[in-house]
């Protein structure tokens, strides 16, 4: 079992739609949860980042918690075009200090 | 603010080479770690800095190493190239290490 889990996608949504996208994490102790986006050939830039169970929202992104389901979702309302890119979780397990990142899921949005 | 940056942007080196790459944390950050990212392992963890010091190390051979300065500035240095060491190695910086980390632009290394 992956430390970090994510469906690879791609997930195509039409312009304007709500994008869900989903991890599950397999260390129940781990506190720390990040979603980064990535531009085909740039760096991953930190969008969101959650500690404490339920919705965390800012601007169009909201960062949801389940930590007794070790799940964390990513929502984008209002999708755009340039929000097409590849979005990672990624975890902090419990008493280090690195990040266990997922495969990424890719996001496809449809003018 | 400045960000984080990275040098060399692009190297091109060959098998059993040795390569060194450089990486300055945003300014007050003193956490510093570094990532392999390939298309078939994706975004994998190196180690990771405070204080000089190297508190994580992630499932890479020895040939892979590093170190911080004491301006919190780290390098990590690859001897002995294999094609495998074909990457991009990003580097982040973070206040303590435990929380939010900030990508650099990363270098894109090709052994041939």
């Known amino acids: 079992q992956k430390e970090v889990e994510q469906n690879s996608g791609p997930l195509s949504v039409p312009e304007g739609a709500i994008a869900s996208l989903n991890c599950t994490y397999s260390d129940r102790g781990s506190q720390s949860f990040f979603w980064y986006r990535q531009y085909s050939g740039k760096s991953p830039e930190l969008i969101m980042s959650i500690y404490s169970n339920g919705d965390k929202e800012d601007g169009r992104f909201t960062a949801q918690l389940n930590k007794a389901s070790q799940y964390v979702s990513l929502l984008i309302r209002d999708s755009q075009p340039s929000d097409s890119a590849t979005y990672l979780c990624a975890v902090n397990p419990p008493g280090s200090y690195k990040l266990i990142f997922g495969s990424g899921t890719r996001l496809l949005v449809r003018p | 603010k400045a960000g984080v940056t990275q040098t060399p942007r692009y190297l091109i080196k060959t098998r059993g080479q040795q390569v060194t790459l450089s990486c300055s944390p945003i300014?007050?950050?003193?956490?510093v770690s570094w990532y392999q990212q390939t298309p078939g392992q994706g975004l994998q963890f190196l180690f990771e800095?405070?204080?000089?010091?190297?508190?994580n190390k992630g499932n890479f051979p020895g040939r892979f190493s590093g170190r911080q300065f004491s301006n919190s500035r780290s390098e990590m240095n690859v001897s002995t190239l294999e094609l495998g060491d074909s990457a991009l190695y990003l580097c982040a910086s973070s206040l303590s290490g435990s929380g939010e980390q900030y990508f650099g632009p990363g270098t894109r290394l090709t052994v041939t």
């Open positions: 800095y405070f204080s000089e010091t190297q508190r």
């Open positions: 300014s007050g950050h003193r956490s």
